[in-house]
């Protein structure tokens, strides 16, 4: 179902990456409601293994999260009551819970003795999770993968990677009828925890035609949780698909949306300088790219900010904020798939060969490894170690930008033939974009009324004051547009809510 169960004026999800049950609630109390995001993603809530030292030196890894050894809900985010309360206080201010769902595999191979975050016991050699219960009869064996590793080892055979283990973890067989019933049974229960959707994990490595029958057998949405009667759980699949794979992403459209990967890394390599911005003019489709009903878009995700998945280092994120703000600003603006704005934490690279030693960081935790709460500062910024992409002045205000123009298309593009774009949405909001190295000077067609604007770059609008930058717009709807390379951000943005 490609629908988000979104309130209809707010349009954008937030990952909260590694955030904690209590603390997503909070947020969505003081800040995520106010500023008008749709939605959460949250990190896999199912119990995992506690990673400590599976190789020297690297400590709860962010990924043990996708490692799941049970379908408790208890993790390093929380237990199950508090996952509950953070999904009632969530809808009650209208921000939907997504759940990141590890449903392709269990865990890679661990010692017997190995701890997990809810407790429960399991064993990889004999690949028992009794906590499901799962056995080895629920996965795929050597009746299905063939390679002598029993891993995926080429991506272009579509049968190694759906029915071999991806990097060694126990890849469950999604055609059985019993562990299809598990599966359902734990949607289900989130469901009627008042959850609005899903992100499958790893969906390039599950068949879409058992993907299928999973989805067919959710429940609706319950209406004591204040959703519509008949309202269907939200699905996004990840699948990678850059082109060059037998598995393409539009296998998995009749399920639910799909992660658009192309899209990150078309524009990292347009605004890396790779590529010019006047041909982002028909961006979407006209590039390759899913119908827009069917994606879901985003600049970084939690795996290429840091190398893992797919994008390279084409891919931007929070360590090249200038350009990062641009593209974001560019993603939340244009008319194409629903937005997923990335929310980080901090880690210390340690780059060697060209590939991070440090990229298993996992969140700020305090000596006993618990996860840290973000401090909140004064400027609305986080602190504590979080990087909360989420809080930055010119990514908020875009999402306003992006609920104040939804329902309208794109009209009077412009550029300078390379690097410098402008563009308006009926009559509501325009934006220009300065990645050119000399100063954006032009007057141009805004499609809004005249009156004086305020820049929500530069600032806000304040007791009907602008605190960076104003626009005049003529009533012919020209407005003298002036941006310089050397100005902290290389956009200007304006719309109908912030006229004076
Ligand atoms: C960890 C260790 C491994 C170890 C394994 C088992 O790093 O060394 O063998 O545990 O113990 C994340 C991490 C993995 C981690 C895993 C489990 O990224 O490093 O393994 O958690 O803890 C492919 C998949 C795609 C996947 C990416 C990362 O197709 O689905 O790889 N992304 C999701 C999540 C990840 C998560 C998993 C899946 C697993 O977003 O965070 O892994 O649950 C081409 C192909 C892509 C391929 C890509 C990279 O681009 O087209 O399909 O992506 O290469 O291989
Ligand atoms: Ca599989």
């Known amino acids: ?4 169960n979104n309130l209809s004026d707010r349009q954008i999800m937030v ?16 800040f995520l409601s106010k500023m008008g995001f749709a939605g959460v993603q949250v990190s896999p809530p199912t119990e995992n293994v506690v990673a400590w030292e599976p190789t ?19 993790t390093r985010s929380g237990t199950e009551q508090q996952f509950q309360d953070m999904v009632n206080r969530c809808n009650a201010v209208g921000v939907r819970i997504y759940c990141d769902m590890v449903l392709n595999h269990m865990t890679g191979d661990w010692p ?9 016991s399991f064993n990889t050699g004999s690949k028992d999770y009794p906590a499901v219960p799962y056995s080895t009869y629920d996965f795929n064996g050597r009746d299905k993968c063939s390679t002598s590793s029993g891993n995926i080892e080429n991506y272009g055979d579509a049968n190694q990677v759906r029915n071999c283990q991806l990097v060694g973890l126990k890849d469950l067989n999604q055609g059985s009828d019993y562990v299809r019933g598990k599966i359902i049974e734990l949607l289900n229960r989130l469901i009627s925890y008042g959850v609005a959707g899903f992100r499958f994990d790893a969906s390039k490595h599950m068949w879409p035609g058992d993907l299928k029958a999973i989805a067919d057998r959710l429940n609706n949405l319950p209406t004591d949780k204040g959703f519509p ?4 759980a939200f699905i996004y699949q990840e699948v990678i698909d850059l082109g060059g794979e037998p598995i393409t992403g539009a296998e998995y459209v009749g399920i639910g949306r799909v992660t658009e990967f192309k899209y990150g890394k078309f524009l990292g390599e347009a605004f890396r300088g790779r590529n010019q911005l006047k041909y982002l003019k028909n961006f979407g489709e006209g590039w390759g790219m899913l119908a827009s009903g069917n994606a879901l878009v985003f600049i970084d995700n939690h795996d290429n900010q840091r190398g893992h998945g797919a994008g390279g280092d084409m891919i931007l994120t929070f360590r090249v904020p200038k350009l990062y703000k641009m593209a974001v600003a560019y993603m939340l603006a244009w008319p194409y798939g629903f937005t997923r704005v990335m929310s980080s934490y901090y880690w210390e690279q340690n780059i060697v060969n060209g590939q991070d030693k440090n990229d298993w960081v996992g969140p700020p935790s305090d000596s006993n490894w618990n996860i840290i709460t973000p401090t909140i500062n004064a400027d609305e910024t986080c602190g504590s170690g979080w990087v909360c992409e989420h809080r930055w002045r010119q990514i908020y205000n875009m999402v306003k930008f ?10 009077d593009w412009w550029d300078n033939g390379n690097n ?9 909001g325009f934006i220009a974009i300065n990645n050119d190295n000399y100063p954006l000077q032009q007057s141009l067609q805004t499609c809004l009324p005249s009156g004086t604007y305020c820049d929500v770059i530069s600032g806000d609008l304040v007791n009907n004051q602008c605190t960076g930058k104003s626009i005049t717009v003529g009533s012919d709807g020209k407005a003298f547009i002036s941006l310089s390379n050397a100005e902290d951000d290389g956009v200007i943005a304006f719309h109908i809510q912030s006229a004076i």
């Open 56 to 74: 020297p030196g690297v400590k709860r890894p962010w990924w043990e999260r996708y490692q799941p050894v049970s379908y408790k809900l208890n």
């Open 15 to 30: 990952h909260l990456f590694e955030w904690k049950w209590n603390d997503i609630a909070d947020e969505c109390e003081r």
């Open 1 to 4: 179902q490609h629908d988000p």
């Open 229 to 232: 009667a008949g309202a269907r």
């Open 402 to 411: 992006r609920n104040v123009v939804h329902g309208t298309t794109m009209n």
């Open 112 to 120: 017997s003795g190995t701890p997990a975050t809810g407790g429960s």
């Open 420 to 428: 410098q774009i402008a563009f308006c949405r009926g009559g509501k």
